[in-house]
């Protein structure tokens, strides 16, 4: 099946990877990527054709204004029958609106969150979609050559795919703060424990075992007792609208609340080492810029500062 993938970063370009070693024909797009087959919407839709077949193109670049303006040209470019993919981290409220932008027009489209980080090239992506039966089922080869075994779910109509990506992501800050203050706890007790080690027996047997439990376990054998990462823990937007969701529908969330809170907190710049876990996690898994701790003698300083 041909696909053109529009972003290929971390995620795109390795989702663009694993498509073509499925036998999947990809034409990427991105303007800082010399290597692309194409650097602008403009250029890529023509390159979509295939022998009368619907065109899809999949956009992989960040939730708002950039989504907005891939989604608003591509409108403007594909013909009614055609399909567009989000699989970016939009809030579920933009994609309802992309998707009624495009249907007015004939084309079909489909939200879906996307869950795997840098990982996901070997081991598969979970799929979460939104979308009408018509429009996932043109997509099926796509989702079935990225989603491992009992990774994907097609959620419900437009919307469905991005809102369970948000309480996913949600989900995801409260399983790291838990791993984080366990962490801290451990590390703060008289008795010397061997933390790595004690962690480490986590990881078969135990009711706590995960992907993430794993990922703590390397990141600490990279960087011992996490030194030099600064306790700043960066809050994307999926965190808060699950947050906002919750109060909406009158849903108690103290866990993932909590897990928010804790990440407005850490930008104050407290040193909290159950933070710098989180920080670490981060950057495991979706390779997230991680902040180091400056030398000693210097600090950061804000605005005025001087």
């Not at 065109?55 to 989504?67: E, H, L």
């Not at 993919?85 to 495009?102: F, K, M, T």
């Not at 979970?126 to 079935?144: H, N, R, W, Y």
Request: hydrophobic content about 40%; overall charge negative; proline content about 5%.
């Amino acid at each position: 099946m041909k696909l053109g993938m529009i972003g290929l970063g971390k995620m795109g370009g390795n989702m663009a990877e694993r498509l073509r070693r499925h036998g999947h024909e990809v034409v990427g797009m991105d303007p800082a990527k010399p290597e692309a087959d194409a650097h602008s919407v403009a250029e890529l839709v023509p390159l979509l054709v295939a022998d009368g077949q619907p065109k899809v193109a999949w956009s992989m670049v960040p939730a708002g204004g950039i989504t907005d303006s891939v989604i608003t040209e591509l409108g403007e470019l594909l013909e009614p029958g055609d399909l567009v993919i989000d699989g970016g981290n939009s809030n579920y409220l933009d994609s309802i609106r992309h998707g009624e932008q495009l249907a007015a027009k004939g084309i079909g489209f489909v939200d879906c969150g996307t869950s795997g980080g840098v990982w996901g090239l070997e081991n598969g992506y979970a799929l979460m979609v939104g979308g009408t039966k018509e429009s996932v089922a043109l997509a099926q080869p796509i989702f079935d050559a990225l989603a491992p075994p009992k990774g994907f779910a097609h959620a419900g109509p437009v919307g469905a795919g991005h809102y369970t990506k948000m309480v996913h992501n949600g989900i995801e800050y409260g399983l790291m703060q838990a791993y984080a203050e366990g962490y801290a706890i451990l590390a703060a007790s008289p008795l010397g424990i061997d933390v790595e080690a004690a962690i480490g027996s986590w990881q078969e047997g135990s009711v706590v075992r995960s992907w993430l439990l794993d990922l703590l376990i390397k990141a600490l054998a990279e960087t011992p007792d996490l030194d030099g990462i600064a306790s700043v823990a960066a809050d994307s937007g999926e965190g808060r609208w699950t947050v906002t969701e919750a109060v909406a529908n009158g849903v108690a969330a103290p866990v993932i609340s909590a897990a928010l809170f804790a990440r407005f907190t850490s930008q104050q710049r407290e040193d909290d080492r159950a933070m710098k876990v989180v920080s670490a996690l981060r950057h495991q898994f979706g390779g997230h810029a991680i902040e180091m701790e400056p030398p000693e003698g210097e600090h950061h300083g804000g605005e005025g500062a001087g």
